[in-house]
């Protein structure tokens, strides 16, 4: 399988969940055969095509143009096509990022393709690919399969896949130039300075234990609960993204992926469904706790330890147990 | 501004799902629906820029005869009329069938901003704006937290990863896909039920379209999914459960 990924960079920084997918792409040319190109999108981006060529690939592909300096949906999607048409690859695989979502769907649509994004792994089996994506925040997953012509497009939702087993090539692969031509007026939207709100006053991915509520604590007045809870096991209070939405804590506090990413040794889920863009940011965890009274919420299926109930019964017995001294 | 708002019918959030003869969806019987939750805060973005700088507001949706009832929640919070491209095997089309079907609905009107919400929390696809962007030939801008909008342009303020943002001009017409919590969402009124009954809702069958539902992608089954990890349920009253998993913490795990 001729295999294209698009690897993503801002500012000439990797977005390293790009190496992720990269790793999915090395173990899927082993399992089928074939190549890999490895995508450098920008401008000014040759220093990264070059550290990209020292990992295991058949070729760099270096796309540079200055109307790529700022990321756009048109300039991507339009040099990308270029590259693709011309490489015909048979899978084009992207990390899935906000980046990702952006564009590439646009992407493959103009080349009248589909795209199956967010996936969490694939199969393998008898020379059919499946993909596994999941479905209804999920509490399900789905195998998810290429029913038209290549070339086919998909994304991996970050952490489906380790970084770190992407292999080093024996030698350097060659970093190629692909020509695109684009010109200004192509690109109809103007993207303007990057910032960040407020200050992160607090700093969880260095907090050691972390006390995570979700909707199921219902109303802003139930959280000097949650509060007295977290005090009491010297932890940090967080949430997941509806809580901030609400504006009961502020979203500096917020785990997931539109939040912060955090792997405590300790993090306990209380009243949290365990959606995906809510389990991105904390599944790397050490240990996790879920506390909900949905026995099917897919929390569950990452926690290590788990307890079926009503959060308002739990979190007082928790906080008075741990009250109690050793 | 002429306004379309694209709204999905979604599985109520606490429905026990349960999957159907077939495998490749759930058991609709039984099972309550409601408006996709991002697609709600598309719905209020949507009103307050009409509120803002007149025009009307269109919701659109597809499906089988159930998602009226999403269509007429929207037209009681204030949406002028209703457009409902029918479909009850709606769920069969893959992204892109889906928003061919969509662009070409919309297409027979000519819509200053179309809003989406950001995915929808059945498929959860996360495709259908910016699809109908690129079909629909018009500049795209997604995950998007505030909207201003001077003459022609919209200055749009779009979430990025881990707590950053950026400023961003896009030119009208348009299509945004909405972050949820942009804004917060209003209730209907009594009134505006009332006002809603009189209200139009045009019926498209999807058929009709012309849109090949020929996907090029198939789910071919849901399951519930594998665990990735051995998780220890711990029983009891609260209490009990409560001691157990202190117990656990501290000797077991060893993390407090």
């Known amino acids: ?326 | 501004m002429k306004i379309a708002v694209c709204i999905k019918q979604v599985p109520a959030k606490d429905a026990p799902l349960h999957i159907a003869e077939g495998g490749a969806w759930i058991r609709e019987t039984d099972i309550g629906f409601e408006m996709n939750e991002p697609d709600s805060y598309a719905l209020e973005e949507a009103l307050r820029l009409k509120e803002k700088h007149g025009g009307e507001v269109v919701a659109v949706s597809m499906g089988p005869e159930r998602v009226k009832q999403t269509i007429k929640e929207a037209l009681a919070k204030g949406a002028e009329r209703g457009i409902h491209v029918s479909d009850d095997k709606f769920w069969q089309l893959d992204p892109l069938a889906s928003a061919q079907s969509l662009a070409a609905a919309l297409q027979k009107e000519n819509f200053d901003l179309v809003l989406t919400g950001l995915q929808s929390d059945d498929h959860g696809f996360g495709q259908t704006g910016v699809l109908l962007a690129e079909l629909l030939g018009r500049p795209h801008a997604t995950i998007i937290m505030s909207i201003e909008v001077t003459g022609a342009v919209m200055k749009l303020k779009r979430e990025l990863e881990a707590g950053w943002f950026q400023w961003m001009e896009v030119p009208l017409p348009a299509v945004l896909t909405i972050q949820s919590g942009i804004n917060k969402v209003r209730y209907a009124t009594l009134k505006g039920i009332m006002a809603a009954k009189k209200k139009e809702i045009a019926a498209i069958s999807r058929e009709s379209l012309g849109v090949d539902a020929a996907a090029g992608q198939k789910v071919e089954r849901i399951y519930v999914p594998t665990k990735s990890k051995k998780t220890e349920i711990l029983s009891g009253s609260a209490k009990e459960a409560a001691a157990k998993l202190v117990e656990k913490l501290r000797h077991e795990a060893r993390v407090i």
Not at chain 1, 113 to 141: P, S, W
Not at chain 1, 211 to 229: F, Y
């Open chain 1, 1 to 326: 399988m001729k295999i294209l990924t698009i690897t993503e960079q801002r500012d000439g920084k990797w977005n390293k969940v790009s190496f992720e997918t990269l790793a999915a792409a090395q173990q899927l040319v082993a399992q089928t055969g074939g190549t890999l190109s490895l995508a450098v999108i920008g401008r000014g981006v040759a220093a990264l095509a070059e550290e990209a060529a020292a990992k295991k690939c058949n070729e760099v592909l270096l796309i540079e143009h200055e109307l790529l300096e700022k990321y756009t949906a048109d300039g991507y999607t339009l040099a990308l096509k270029q590259v693709i048409t011309s490489s015909s690859p048979d899978l084009v695989l992207f990390p899935h990022t906000y980046q990702v979502r952006d564009f590439a769907p646009k992407l493959a649509a103009s080349l009248s393709k589909g795209m199956i994004g967010d996936c969490t792994g694939y199969r393998y089996e008898n020379g059919k690919l499946t993909f596994v994506r999941q479905m209804f925040q999920g509490k399900t997953a789905a195998d998810v399969t290429f029913t038209a012509a290549a070339p086919w497009f998909a994304s991996f939702q970050a952490g489906s896949f380790r970084s770190d087993l992407a292999e080093n090539g024996a030698a350097r692969a060659p970093v190629n130039k692909a020509a695109v031509d684009l010109k200004a007026e192509q690109i109809r939207v103007k993207p303007l300075e990057l910032f960040r709100e407020a200050k992160q006053a607090v700093d969880l991915t260095q907090a050691p234990i972390i006390v995570a509520v979700g909707r199921g604590i219902k109303e802003q007045k139930n959280l000097p609960l949650v509060e007295t809870l977290a005090k009491a096991i010297g932890g940090e209070i967080a949430a997941s993204r509806p809580i901030c939405d609400e504006g009961w804590l502020p979203m500096e506090r917020q785990i997931g992926s539109s939040g912060q990413t955090v792997a405590p040794k300790l993090y306990l889920a209380l009243g949290i469904s365990g959606a995906i863009q809510h389990v991105v940011g904390m599944k790397g965890s050490r240990c996790i706790v879920a506390v909900n009274k949905d026995s099917n919420a897919p929390i569950f299926e990452i926690a290590d330890y788990g307890i079926v109930g009503d959060i308002f019964e739990l979190i007082p017995a928790l906080t008075a147990e741990l009250g109690k001294g050793h």
